[in-house]
T-cell receptor
Framework: ETGVTQTPRHLVMGMTNKKSLKCEQH?????MYWYKQSAKKPLELMFV???????ENNSVPSRFSPECPNSSHLFLHLHTLQPEDSALYLC????????????FGPGTRLTVL | AQTVTQSQPEMSVQEAETVTLSCTYD???????LFWYKQPPSRQMILVIR??????QNATENRFSVNFQKAAKSFSLKISDSQLGDAAMYFC??????????????FGSGTQLTVLP
């Protein structure tokens, strides 16, 4: 595997389910990001991790819980989501937080029923 | 707060022709970075080109070039000799190089480019 990978690519869940999104980067980067991409809206930054430490939380509801066990892996745990949370969730990485170039994964298309 | 505006939700271009995508931004900073990202149907965001605000020379990457007008806060992308593979959603993005959340990318809402054979 190369670059940034995300699993699953598609996820359908009910509002009472608990699920997790996984992101893995094979680039030796130290910073990882979660973005939310809703239809006809700009990408919204959700979380930033730099050297496994969370450095940004852009007022994301607590039903989204990130986890970064090491610099290569990033998870987004989902719990009691709402239909309006349906979106494409993109993971990205960069050498350091705030570095010019972020490398993106293919995203997870999430549908909340 | 920084904002990025892409006023063209959709654009189309004939194959081999040239198309220009518009982007404007709002900032009080003098030093910053601007980017164009491409998101094809595969959904993977790919960096197309970047521009440092302190550089007067417009960035160029093969068939992709920008027209950076700092005073007007405009950052348009020109795609020359358009190819079918250029069809994608294009996002303009801004980054403030200072520490903290301002360093993160702020994206526009995107322009969907269709390339007609």
């Amino acid at each position: 595997e190369t670059g940034v990978t995300q699993t699953p690519r598609h996820l359908v869940m009910g509002m009472t389910n608990k699920k997790s999104l996984k992101c893995e980067q094979h680039l030796g980067h130290n910073a990882m990001y979660w973005y939310k991409q809703s239809a006809k809206k700009p990408l919204e930054l959700m979380f930033v991790y730099n050297f496994k430490e969370q450095t940004e939380n852009n007022s994301v509801p607590s039903r989204f819980s990130p986890e970064c066990p090491n610099s290569s892996h990033l998870f987004l745990h989902l719990h009691t989501l709402q239909p309006e949370d349906s979106a494409l969730y993109l993971c990205a990485s960069s050498q350091l937080a705030g570095e010019n170039e972020q490398f993106f994964g293919p995203g997870t298309r999430l549908t909340v029923l | 707060a920084q904002t990025v505006t892409q006023s063209q939700p959709e654009m189309s271009v004939q194959e081999a022709e040239t198309v220009t995508l518009s982007c404007t931004y709002d900032t009080s900073e003098s030093d910053y970075y601007l980017f164009w990202y491409k998101q094809p149907p595969s959904r993977q965001m790919i960096l197309v080109i970047r521009q440092e605000a302190y550089k007067q020379q417009n960035a160029t990457e093969n068939r992709f070039s920008v027209n950076f007008q700092k005073a007007a806060k405009s950052f348009s992308l020109k795609i020359s000799d358009s190819q079918l593979g250029d069809a994608a959603m294009y996002f303009c993005a801004y980054r403030n190089p200072k520490a903290g959340s301002a360093r993160q990318l702020t994206f526009g809402s995107g322009t969907q480019l269709t390339v007609l054979p």
